[in-house]
């Protein structure tokens, strides 16, 4: 585990399973839809039951880089901020932008609702292929330019392997230095 601590918060990169983290929030990587998928949009809903997808239904969806915030309902964090990352297309459509763009967006979603403890995963590593060290590099940018703010008391970056873990460390222990 990584541990980095900047404006009274810490940013810690960890292995594990982000629907297991008593947080104020976790971060669906989501669809546009919201209604669930596979990766840990599949899991988190599975996780926080069905009141989740009925919640997701009354928002009508959410575009790539924005965000949107739910109940957690069984999951012990009390917030599902659910946002959607860049589908990886060579990096030539602005790609890092958006990815960048969907982590502001769900701080200043946490921000706006008053919550200080929150985690993310990998979003768009997964079927959507952005590359995971480039995505690893702007999540630990953009968990660190949050941090600063001094609003946040903890800001996980949960990964799924070890080498995933160990990519995000390295991003994050580079980009803090």
Not at 73 to 92: D, F, S
Not at 143 to 150: D, K, P, Q, S, V
Not at 153 to 162: A, D, H, P, T, Y
Request: with cysteine; glycine share 14%; proline share 3%.
């Amino acid at each position: 585990m990584v541990r980095i601590e900047k404006g009274g918060a810490a940013i810690e990169v960890v292995t594990g399973d982000i629907t297991r983290l008593a947080l104020d929030a976790i971060v669906n990587a989501a669809n546009s839809s919201l209604l669930g998928g596979g990766g840990v949009d599949g899991a988190i809903h599975r996780a926080a039951g069905p009141e989740l997808l009925e919640e997701c239904r009354t928002i009508g969806g959410c575009p790539a880089g924005e965000a949107r915030i739910t109940f957690g309902y069984g999951l012990p964090a009390q917030r599902v901020i659910h946002t959607v990352g860049p589908v990886w297309h060579g990096g030539e459509r602005g790609e890092d932008a958006v990815l960048a763009g969907a982590y502001r967006a769900c701080f200043a979603l946490a921000l706006d609702n008053g919550l200080r403890t929150l985690a993310f995963p990998a979003i768009s590593t997964g079927v959507y292929g952005f590359p995971k060290a480039r995505a690893a590099r702007i999540a630990a940018r953009e968990a660190l330019a949050a941090a600063a703010g001094g609003h946040f008391r903890r800001i996980v970056l949960c990964c799924f392997s070890e080498a995933d873990a160990a990519t995000y460390g390295r991003a994050l222990e580079a980009s803090a230095a």
